[in-house]
């Protein structure tokens, strides 16, 4: 396997965007089935991707999430769920908790005398988001949608539950029935992001919050420039840069749509008046521990992206060679 060059300095910019409702009086109807009673009933569940590269661009906004197109199966066995749930670990890291704006989603899950605070969380994957916010906020309902059944590292909590479902479809049984949405890495699943968040905006309740956290297939150097074209040989060559770029030619060739990735927080702005704020943010994140001037904290992140980078050259192997890209690559 080609190395990841590891002392390149690189790094992987993560962009999140939040869109918090405008309160109104919209009736609120809740649509969930009995909570699981064993672990075997949580099994459902789609596999999502995270793109990772030597340093990768990832956005993020409080919008929602969908699942990888039929025309582009995931690879959702047991070693990509472990991976998923690295990845997890490394955004969690980074990012200091399982949002950036935690006042916000707090706000929107607070406990209310006549509704149950309920989460979406499109192309759940792993589960591990999932189960992490029903543990931070255990008086609310949350529901993991994916197009594969999980693989939880642990027993979720009773208000965890997972169903499988494709988010290209119909959501309409979800309408007005959840105060956050969340949508991480299922961008190249979608196959019109601007009729998503019309339907993410149908599914939030009044006040509600979307999220959405995604990656850009490109690296940065330690200036924050983005690499050009490299060939073995150049000084800085990146085997990671040169996986990105055939990754993110083969997800375009699957899905044209891919490039929405950079227009997050525009098509959120299209659906209207309906957002009280969007907020985008970019983070960029280290692959490997190349500074020597890190704190712990991003060294920890730099080596987790860096286990993450090398468990997607397995990921994105299948999806290379249907499109013919070398072996090599």
Known sequence: MPQL???????????????????????????????????????????????????IRIQGVYADRANPLPSCPPKADATEHKRLDLQHEML?????????????VERALAPREHSQPAVLDVGTGSGSWAIGVAQMFPHANVVGLDLAPVNPISQ??????????????????FYNSFDVVHARAIIQGIRDYRVFLREVVKMLRPGGVFISLEAQFELFDADRNPFGAQVPGDPNFSWMHKLLTAAGRAMIARNPGLPE?????????????????????????????????MSQPERRV??????????FTDAARPLLHSLGEPPEV
């Open 261 to 293: 990735v950079e227009r997050i927080a525009d098509r959120l702005a299209e659906c209207g008046d309906v957002w009280e704020e969007i907020s985008p943010t970019v983070l960029y994140t280290p692959i490997g521990a190349w500074d020597q001037n």
């Open 92 to 104: 969690t890291a980074r990012m200091g908790g399982l949002f950036l704006c935690p006042d916000v």
């Open 156 to 173: 979720p909590p009773p208000n965890c539950r997972f169903q499988c479902g494709d988010v290209n479809e119909d959501l309409s049984r």
């Open 5 to 55: 060059n590891g002392n390149v300095k690189v790094e992987v910019p993560l962009r999140e965007v939040h869109g918090r409702q405008l309160n109104s009086l919209n009736e609120v109807r809740t649509v969930f089935p009995p909570p699981p009673r064993t672990l075997a009933e949580t099994l459902h569940a789609i596999q999502s991707y995270m793109l990772p590269g030597d340093l």
């Open 302 to 311: 730099g080596e987790l992206m860096a286990r993450n980078c090398l468990g």
